[in-house]
Protein backbone atom coordinates (compact mmCIF):
# COMPACT_ATOMS: atom_id res chain seq x y z
CA UNK A 1 0.00 0.00 0.00
CA UNK A 2 2.72 2.28 0.54
CA UNK A 3 4.41 1.76 -2.46
CA UNK A 4 1.61 2.39 -4.48
CA UNK A 5 0.75 5.79 -2.74
CA UNK A 6 3.93 6.71 -3.39
CA UNK A 7 3.68 5.92 -6.90
CA UNK A 8 0.03 7.92 -6.95
CA UNK A 9 1.61 10.48 -5.24
CA UNK A 10 4.57 10.93 -7.37
CA UNK A 11 6.92 10.42 -4.71
CA UNK A 12 10.37 9.60 -6.86
CA UNK A 13 12.81 10.35 -3.98
CA UNK A 14 11.46 7.52 -2.38
CA UNK A 15 11.27 4.72 -4.64
CA UNK A 16 14.17 2.75 -6.20
CA UNK A 17 13.26 2.35 -9.80
CA UNK A 18 15.57 0.43 -10.32
CA UNK A 19 15.21 -2.68 -7.55
CA UNK A 20 10.72 -1.29 -7.45
CA UNK A 21 11.34 -0.93 -3.98
CA UNK A 22 10.75 1.49 -1.36
CA UNK A 23 13.82 3.65 -0.12
CA UNK A 24 13.86 4.31 3.89
CA UNK A 25 10.37 3.74 5.47
CA UNK A 26 6.78 4.04 5.29
CA UNK A 27 6.64 6.82 7.76
CA UNK A 28 8.36 8.74 4.98
CA UNK A 29 5.98 8.64 2.16
CA UNK A 30 3.01 9.07 4.71
CA UNK A 31 4.75 12.29 6.21
CA UNK A 32 5.57 13.90 2.42
CA UNK A 33 1.51 13.22 1.87
CA UNK A 34 0.27 14.38 5.34
CA UNK A 35 -1.33 11.30 6.07
CA UNK A 36 -2.22 10.13 9.58
CA UNK A 37 -2.04 6.94 10.73
CA UNK A 38 -5.78 7.59 11.03
CA UNK A 39 -6.75 8.09 7.34
CA UNK A 40 -4.24 5.21 6.40
CA UNK A 41 -6.11 2.83 8.38
CA UNK A 42 -9.10 4.31 7.31
CA UNK A 43 -7.94 3.49 4.03
CA UNK A 44 -6.94 0.01 4.45
CA UNK A 45 -10.88 -0.68 5.87
CA UNK A 46 -12.12 0.11 2.65
CA UNK A 47 -9.64 -1.44 0.94
CA UNK A 48 -10.45 -4.90 2.86
CA UNK A 49 -14.23 -4.29 2.12
CA UNK A 50 -13.97 -3.18 -1.43
CA UNK A 51 -15.13 -5.44 -4.21
CA UNK A 52 -12.50 -8.40 -4.87
CA UNK A 53 -10.45 -9.15 -7.83
CA UNK A 54 -12.08 -9.59 -11.26
CA UNK A 55 -11.84 -13.34 -10.84
CA UNK A 56 -14.02 -13.15 -8.09
CA UNK A 57 -16.43 -11.15 -10.05
CA UNK A 58 -16.57 -13.00 -12.25
CA UNK A 59 -17.58 -15.86 -10.14
CA UNK A 60 -20.06 -13.63 -8.52
CA UNK A 61 -21.77 -12.84 -11.92
CA UNK A 62 -21.97 -16.52 -12.70
CA UNK A 63 -23.61 -17.61 -9.58
CA UNK A 64 -25.58 -14.52 -9.59
CA UNK A 65 -27.12 -14.98 -13.24
CA UNK A 66 -27.62 -11.44 -13.36
CA UNK A 67 -26.31 -7.92 -14.38
CA UNK A 68 -28.28 -6.43 -12.22
CA UNK A 69 -27.37 -8.13 -8.87
CA UNK A 70 -24.05 -8.56 -10.07
CA UNK A 71 -23.88 -4.51 -10.01
CA UNK A 72 -26.27 -4.71 -6.37
CA UNK A 73 -23.28 -6.69 -5.18
CA UNK A 74 -20.66 -4.53 -6.23
CA UNK A 75 -22.45 -1.61 -4.86
CA UNK A 76 -23.16 -3.03 -1.46
CA UNK A 77 -19.27 -3.73 -1.47
CA UNK A 78 -18.76 -0.27 -1.95
CA UNK A 79 -21.24 1.48 -0.20
CA UNK A 80 -20.09 -1.00 3.12
CA UNK A 81 -16.17 -0.52 2.50
CA UNK A 82 -16.92 3.50 2.23
CA UNK A 83 -19.35 3.12 5.22
CA UNK A 84 -16.46 1.32 7.84
CA UNK A 85 -13.92 3.67 6.60
CA UNK A 86 -16.15 7.15 6.95
CA UNK A 87 -16.69 5.47 10.74
CA UNK A 88 -12.83 4.39 11.42
CA UNK A 89 -11.91 7.83 10.26
CA UNK A 90 -14.10 10.07 12.25
CA UNK A 91 -13.86 8.28 15.06
CA UNK A 92 -10.39 7.98 14.93
CA UNK A 93 -10.37 11.66 13.91
CA UNK A 94 -12.20 12.24 17.03
CA UNK A 95 -10.51 10.27 19.65
CA UNK A 96 -6.50 11.55 18.58
CA UNK A 97 -7.55 15.24 17.94
CA UNK A 98 -10.76 16.07 19.51
CA UNK A 99 -12.56 16.96 16.72
CA UNK A 100 -14.18 15.75 13.43
CA UNK A 101 -12.27 14.80 10.51
CA UNK A 102 -12.31 16.33 7.35
CA UNK A 103 -15.81 16.17 4.94
CA UNK A 104 -17.77 15.01 8.05
CA UNK A 105 -21.33 16.42 6.55
CA UNK A 106 -20.65 15.20 2.94
CA UNK A 107 -19.63 11.87 4.26
CA UNK A 108 -22.46 11.21 6.90
CA UNK A 109 -25.01 12.31 3.78
CA UNK A 110 -23.38 9.82 1.61
CA UNK A 111 -23.66 6.80 4.06
CA UNK A 112 -27.33 7.94 5.43
CA UNK A 113 -28.11 8.14 1.74
CA UNK A 114 -26.01 4.04 1.45
CA UNK A 115 -28.16 3.19 4.40
CA UNK A 116 -32.17 4.89 2.69
CA UNK A 117 -30.72 2.66 0.20
CA UNK A 118 -30.67 -0.71 1.98
CA UNK A 119 -33.55 0.18 4.00
CA UNK A 120 -35.60 0.40 0.45
CA UNK A 121 -34.68 -2.51 -0.80
CA UNK A 122 -35.36 -4.38 2.15
CA UNK A 123 -38.84 -3.44 2.05
CA UNK A 124 -39.21 -3.41 -1.56
CA UNK A 125 -37.59 -7.39 -1.69
CA UNK A 126 -40.39 -8.41 1.72
CA UNK A 127 -43.11 -6.48 -0.52
CA UNK A 128 -42.38 -8.25 -3.36
CA UNK A 129 -42.03 -11.51 -1.51
CA UNK A 130 -45.16 -11.71 0.33
CA UNK A 131 -46.62 -10.69 -2.48
CA UNK A 132 -45.85 -13.64 -4.61
CA UNK A 133 -46.58 -16.27 -2.15
CA UNK A 134 -49.60 -14.76 -0.15
CA UNK A 135 -52.55 -17.19 0.02
CA UNK A 136 -54.60 -15.94 -2.02
CA UNK A 137 -58.81 -16.70 -1.24
CA UNK A 138 -61.55 -16.27 -3.66
Not at 6 to 24: F, H, K, P
Not at 36 to 50: D, E, G, I, Q, W
Not at 64 to 87: D, H
Amino acid sequence: MVGTLAVVYGLSGVIDTEELALVGEGNVVATTMALTKVAALAYLMFNLYTPPCFAALGAMNSEMKSGKWLLGGICLQLGTGYTVAFLVYQIGTLATTGSLGTAFVPGLIAVLAFVGIIIWRIRKSDAEFAAEYSLHTN
